[in-house]
C-alpha cells in the first residue's frame, strides 16, 4: 500500500519544486493539474482553490447525469458529491457556476429557497448535450 501511494503522488506531485528536465516532467504526468499539494513531510491536501470549468462542459455534465438518473431535478448537495468532487471545485465556486448556468442553455433553472438549492432541467436531450459540446469546442 506505501509504494501504491507513493506512485500515486509522483502522478501528481514532481519530487523536486524545479523541473530541470524532461524527464522529471513525465514522472509526474498530472503535474499541471496542481490537484495535490504536500504541506507537510508526510501530509497531502486536495488543492480546490481557483479552480473552475467551463459552463457548457458543466452544463453537458448535469444533463449526462440527470439523463443517467432519469430525472429533470438535482439537489445542491448531490452536485457537489459528484461533479463537484469530480472536478475539485469548491462548494462557493460550484454554486456561482450553477447559478450562471442558464448563460449556456434556458433548460437550467437553479433555484435557492429557504436553503434548499436545487437545479431544475426543462429539457434533455442528446441533441441537447452534443450542442452543447460543439459550441464549447468550436469556440476554444
Same mark, same amino acid.
Given at each position: +500500500?506505501?509504494? &501504491? ?7 501528481? +506531485?514532481?519530487?523536486?519544486? &524545479?523541473?530541470?528536465? #524532461?524527464?522529471?516532467?513525465?514522472? $509526474?504526468? !498530472? ?7 504536500? *504541506?507537510?513531510? @508526510?501530509?497531502? #491536501?486536495?488543492?480546490? #482553490?481557483?479552480?473552475?470549468?467551463? !459552463? %457548457?462542459?458543466?452544463?453537458? =455534465?448535469? !444533463? &449526462?447525469?440527470? /439523463? ?5 431535478? +438535482? ?7 459528484? *461533479?463537484?468532487?469530480?472536478? =475539485?471545485?469548491?462548494?462557493? =465556486? ?5 447559478? /450562471? ?11 435557492? @429557497? %429557504?436553503?434548499? $438549492?436545487?437545479?431544475? *432541467? ?5 441533441? !441537447? ?12
Amino acid at each position: +500500500l506505501s509504494n &501504491d501511494f507513493k506512485v500515486l503522488i509522483r502522478t501528481y +506531485l514532481s519530487s523536486s519544486k &524545479d523541473i530541470k528536465n #524532461i524527464e522529471e516532467e513525465f514522472n $509526474a504526468p !498530472l503535474l499541471e493539474l496542481n490537484l495535490i499539494e504536500k *504541506i507537510e513531510s @508526510h501530509k497531502y #491536501i486536495l488543492n480546490k #482553490i481557483n479552480r473552475s470549468i467551463p !459552463l %457548457a462542459i458543466l452544463g453537458y =455534465c448535469i !444533463l &449526462d447525469m440527470t /439523463q443517467e438518473q432519469n430525472s429533470t431535478s +438535482l439537489k445542491l448537495e448531490e452536485i457537489k458529491r459528484t *461533479i463537484g468532487n469530480y472536478f =475539485c471545485i469548491t462548494n462557493e =465556486c460550484l454554486e456561482d457556476l450553477l447559478s /450562471q448556468l442558464h448563460e449556456v442553455s434556458d433548460v437550467f433553472v437553479y433555484t435557492d @429557497h %429557504a436553503g434548499i $438549492a436545487t437545479l431544475d *432541467i426543462k429539457q434533455n436531450s442528446e441533441e !441537447l448535450r452534443n450542442k452543447l459540446l460543439n459550441n464549447y469546442y468550436h469556440a476554444n
